[in-house]
């Protein structure tokens, strides 16, 4: 089954409606609110009172989710631009609801409406879990709105199922409150971090794009990398890294970055399929590395009860590695191939680039500052974006005129409205699980099923998380794991954090993997490339992101976690592993050649025995290696 359609791999701005006259200007003084009102409530201000309970969620909604209508339609292949009419009634319902939950937050707690709804609340209540379901599937597709259907509706008829599916159930009325006026429902954990961490940083994500900062970092990488052999590749190793650590989206990352990289690898000798999935790799990759590493990241803070400086430092080894298995294999083909690289002369030069855009990095080198020395996890990417608005006015070609910063605001409103909506929904499936009290039962369940085997669990959980990724968001996919999976693995004595971590890196590697492969298909779209022979180009490429979760679960000193003399010895292991492994997948070792069949099998099986955590194991796996590469050991000679 491959759900991809052509409208799934459309910039944003091709899927969405173009608003013109007063519609535009009402979604832009809408989105503009909503930031003003996520900066008067994280700033702590008070010169307007002070919202209690879930006042600020619920104003959240009440400005966010009603703007998806207006700008997303009913399908995706309707071209008109004007905003119909039934659209504009959905808007309209969906921004009375949040809107009278607001102006009664304070008697939700005080009377007890999550119980016992009045029928007024009730029917409201109603309507706006149409309206967020409703949302759900024109921002996330219909899989995703169905998913959450049947959680949404799970409690209604949970007292009858059968087995590990029989929970504890509810009716209507009920399951309304606790869904809409809950603190597990639409204004659950997903919209607590959208509210409280996410809006800020989505806001320093699209600052940087509005500034320039994409341009930017594509020229960094290629006056750094042009020259050199592969070096087209090489700079959408480097460019679509830093891209997609701001986008935190791997398929707009393959159509912005992939746009300017995918020809230019075309010309230098690379073959189509190659081109494609060198950028899906690379942009995959890209929302898992640090600082900013995509909505799951904060929500995995969030369910963890850890700073989200803590998740971007155990990050940091693994997407090192992926990123680093992605270059050696492309090097590699390099060589084999004799590609060669751009002429410097049409090369931009290192020193003009960071004069012109050295705000850039210094946006990007205070927001690491600011989270990990001064733990601004909440107010840091507002500063930063401040610096980036005002320092880009010092260059004439960035300056930010008064039309760029309309564009601004509305670029992030369109990214808020399509989170508030998503997220919204996605409660509902912590909601339901919590509700009917199924997650405690799966999750034992599951620890029998293994036997207490951990190997076990670990193949189950990652079987599992690829198959739910490919029919739900990476957010509903970790979120819905977490609550099922990660309880079991964690009582089995791994360590919280690498568990998370090992659910989300399972979770996005449908984006690479056929038959889905979203992001493959993309710079196969991108290439004029056959889409299947990119994605399993792509999914060689991005290989380290299938095992590396199994070497950080079983040994979390590749997260940071441990002695510094484990860490260290486990870095350099798992390095050589990432090494063997990359060449043993494209069949040359610089300096050596083109290595035969049963070499790159003993190459790849000495490699992957050095990542695992086990001292016979690396002890072999280091043999092996030795026997085959060092001159005066082996069977070096025989390659060819």
């Excluded at 659910?503 to 298909?521: D, H, K, R």
């Excluded at 060689?540 to 979390?556: A, D, H, M, S, T």
Aim: glycine content about 10%.
């Amino acid at each position: 089954m491959n759900p991809l359609k052509k409208d799934d791999i459309k910039p944003s701005s091709d899927r969405y409606r173009t608003l013109t006259g007063p519609l535009r200007w009402i979604f832009i003084l809408f989105s503009l609110s909503g930031i003003f009102v996520a900066i008067y409530q994280l700033f702590h201000f008070s010169f307007l009172g002070v919202m209690v309970g879930d006042a600020y969620y619920y104003l959240l909604i009440t400005l966010f989710l009603p703007l998806l209508f207006f700008i997303s339609p009913i399908r995706k292949n309707l071209k008109n631009n004007r905003v119909p009419w039934y659209d504009l009634l959905f808007a309209v319902l969906s921004f009375i609801g949040p809107l009278y939950l607001f102006l009664n937050s304070y008697r939700i707690i005080q009377d007890g409406w999550e119980i016992i709804p009045p029928i007024q609340t009730y029917i409201l209540g109603i309507i706006l879990m149409a309206m967020v379901l409703e949302a759900a599937r024109r921002a996330g597709g219909i899989s995703f709105a169905l998913i959450c259907l049947f959680f949404v509706t799970y409690a209604l008829y949970a007292q009858h199922m059968p087995g590990l599916l029989e929970g504890y159930g509810c009716d209507l009325r009920r399951l309304v409150g606790f869904f809409t006026m809950g603190t597990e429902g639409v204004t659950g954990l997903p919209m607590k971090v959208v509210g409280n961490i996410l809006i800020g940083y989505m806001v320093f994500a699209v600052a940087l794009q509005a500034t320039g900062g994409g341009k930017f970092f594509l020229d960094l990488a290629t006056s750094l990398l042009g020259s050199f052999r592969g070096g087209p590749a090489k700079m959408s190793i480097v460019a679509s890294g830093f891209f997609g650590s701001i986008s935190g989206s791997s398929i707009s990352n393959v159509l912005t970055t992939g746009a300017l990289t995918i020809p230019t690898m075309k010309k230098t000798g690379y073959p189509p399929h190659y081109a494609g999935a060198i950028e899906a790799a690379a942009s995959t990759g890209g929302v898992l590395m640090p600082p900013i590493m995509g909505v799951t990241a904060f929500v995995m803070a969030e369910f963890l009860a850890v700073p989200y400086s803590t998740i971007c430092i155990a990050a940091v080894i693994p997407s090192l590695l992926y990123f680093g298995g992605l270059f050696l294999q492309i090097d590699a083909y390099a060589a084999k191939a004799d590609l060669k690289g751009l002429p410097k002369s049409k090369l931009p030069r290192f020193k003009t680039t960071m004069a012109a855009g050295w705000f850039y990095i210094a946006g990007m080198v205070f927001l690491v500052w600011a989270l990990l020395y001064l733990h601004w996890e909440t107010l840091a990417p507002f500063w930063a974006s401040l610096f980036l608005l005002l320092a880009c006015n010092i260059r004439k070609e960035t300056r930010l005129s008064w039309g760029k910063l309309v564009t601004f605001i509305e670029s992030t409103g369109k990214v808020l409205t399509e989170l508030v909506a998503l997220l919204c929904a996605i409660g509902s499936i912590i909601g339901a699980l919590s509700l009917t009290g199924v997650a405690h039962s799966f999750s034992s369940e599951i620890i029998a099923l293994a036997g207490g085997n951990i190997a076990l669990l670990l193949i189950l959980g990652a079987f599992t998380s690829f198959i739910l990724g490919m029919g739900m968001t990476i957010t509903a996919c970790y979120v819905f794991l977490a609550l099922i999976l990660a309880p079991a693995l964690v009582k089995s004595g791994l360590y919280p954090l690498s568990v998370h971590l090992f659910i989300m890196y399972w979770g996005m590697a449908s984006y690479i993997t056929p038959p889905v492969a979203l992001s493959a298909f993309a710079g196969a779209g991108l290439a004029g490339a056959d889409p299947m022979k990119t994605a399993f180009k792509a999914m060689q490429f991005g290989f380290v992101k299938y095992f590396i979760p199994f070497f950080f679960v079983l040994n979390p000193a590749i997260l940071f976690h441990g002695s510094t003399g484990n860490i260290l010895i486990s870095f350099i292991l798992v390095c050589c592993s990432v090494v063997c492994i990359s060449y043993a997948l494209e069949g040359y070792v610089p300096k050596y050649g083109t290595a035969p069949g049963w070499m790159r099998a003993a190459l790849f099986a000495g490699g992957l025995c050095l990542g695992l955590p086990w001292f016979t194991v690396r002890a072999a796996g280091g043999i092996l290696v030795l026997l085959i590469l060092v001159p005066g050991y082996g069977f070096h000679k025989d390659i060819s």
